[in-house]
């Protein structure tokens, strides 16, 4: 389905980010003194994301009306995006991804009909799922393992020649910012009992199982690291910590 679109199309950058997609439930408090914590970087995405965008737009342009230093809390803010469409669209579809999440994708497509058909999303149920994203990784002997075709060069690419057009480049002698509370787990843990999977979702390849004569080790290229943050929320046992680089090393979108 997707050759169908990107054929005879041209490679021209490559990112990759998590996505917050917890919706209302997982929102946090967007407003701070001086500061919000909006769009994509909160949960909401998409059209969503703009709106919470205009809403704070208008919550500082009264500030500065009623404050021409600005130096409020800018609270605010919670009033215009609870009386928003934006606040009602995302109640309404508050069990969407839970349901299925739950209940899996006929039970709980079947409630998400009934939800948005019959109630308009306002079926009095809080669905949450409170397990960490980690937790619901499966170990290798229960998964089928996935041949996937080499790269073609035409359509699909190799990872690193794909990080160079994120134009990553982190001077390679500064502190690791991937960091392991145990240097043991990835090998015991990830490696024994999850295949380590870290050297499969990293879209930069930063993580590589190396195998030596003493036996396997992890090697971290922390210099491609492009920033998606999908280590620090997916290892197994939350051993990854991904703290700030040096600035200026990228990832740099100019076409953007
Ligand atoms: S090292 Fe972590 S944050 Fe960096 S690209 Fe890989 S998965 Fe993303």
Redesign the pocket.
Known sequence: MFKDYLTGGRRVAYG?RVINKGGFHALPTMHMPGAFLIGCDAGTLAHTAMKSGMLAAETVFDALLEDEQGGKDLQAYAEHFKSSWLCDELYRSRNFGSALKKWGLYLGGAYNYLDQTLFGGKFPLDLQDDREDRETLKEATDCKQINYPKPDGVISFDRLSSVYLSNTSHEEDQPCH?RLQDRDIPLVINLGRYDAPEQR????G?YEIIEQGEGPRLQINAQN????????IKDPTGNIT?VTPEGGGGPNYPNM
């Open positions: 990759a991937l979702y990293c879209p930069a930063v690291c492009i920033h998606c943050k999908t280590c620090d991904w």
